[in-house]
């Protein structure tokens, strides 16, 4: 299996753009996290998907934030506008069952917003 | 705030030393994981260990669990320059299915 998938693996944007992040989690994983970590606050949780389904957004930052997960192979991650604090490594990461067991987590997107 | 902390924040040794760290929760959990990260790299799973579970090993990786102080060590034996990363424990609050990570514990490791 090649893992979770991430892409861009790279972005550099300016001010106001939009920015959409991809994720392809492990095929049979029901469970798939949004993650995003800077130095300052860490690793923070932004949503959790199961089954395709949004059961917790309670740590996207705010409405700028949106993301999907049309089908179980892929989901995006979307910023609009894009502000310079938005600047961090967004993680995309995958489980089986309810999400409770080990996470795979992909290369992340290491985004900075000028 | 975190359900999980590390400690130390940073941890310098010798190759060959033993590397210990430290993690400390706030609410029962189902089980805690620690993983790996190394610069610029995602997180690595390293092992997991259930609430009724006092100790694991893999390798020469050893978890420990205690639930009465609601605490976790994980003690990397005979380290090497390679072990140098970034741990994070991770644990799941009793009646969630989401893993709460921790602040991460730096480890160098020098040749």
């Known amino acids: 299996d090649a893992g979770v998938i991430q892409s861009p693996r790279h972005e550099v944007t300016e001010m106001g753009q939009e920015v959409t992040l991809r994720c392809k989690p492990i095929?049979?994983?029901?469970?798939l996290f949004w993650y995003r970590q800077t130095m300052m606050r860490g690793l923070e949780l932004l949503i959790y998907?199961?089954?395709?389904?949004?059961?917790?957004d309670s740590g996207m930052p705010e409405d700028r934030f949106s993301a999907k997960m049309p089908n179980a192979s892929f989901s995006t991650l979307k910023i609009q506008p894009s502000e310079p604090r938005d600047s961090a490594v967004y993680f995309c990461?995958?489980?089986?069952?309810?999400?409770?067991?080990?996470?795979?987590f992909g290369p992340g997107t290491r985004l900075l917003v000028l | 705030s975190q359900q999980g902390e590390e400690d130390p924040q940073a941890l310098s040794i010798q190759e060959g030393e033993n590397a210990t760290m430290n993690c400390s929760y706030k609410?029962?959990?189902?089980?805690l994981q620690w993983y790996r990260q190394n610069s610029g790299r995602g997180l690595v799973h390293l092992i997991l260990?259930?609430?009724?579970?006092r100790e694991k090993h893999s390798g020469r990786l050893r978890v420990t669990l205690d639930t009465s102080k609601k605490s976790s060590s994980l003690l990397i034996t005979a380290s090497r320059a390679a072990d140098t990363a970034s741990y994070f424990c991770?644990?799941?609050?009793?009646?969630?299915?989401?893993?709460?990570f921790g602040r991460g514990t730096s480890l160098i490791v020098h040749p």
């Open positions: 990461a995958s489980s089986v069952g309810q999400g409770e067991e080990t996470q795979y």
């Open positions: 095929s049979g994983h029901n469970s």
């Open positions: 998907f199961n089954n395709n389904v949004p059961i917790d």
């Open positions: 609410t029962s959990i189902n089980n």
């Open positions: 260990i259930r609430s009724n579970e």
């Open positions: 991770a644990s799941t609050p009793g009646g969630s299915y989401i893993p709460t």
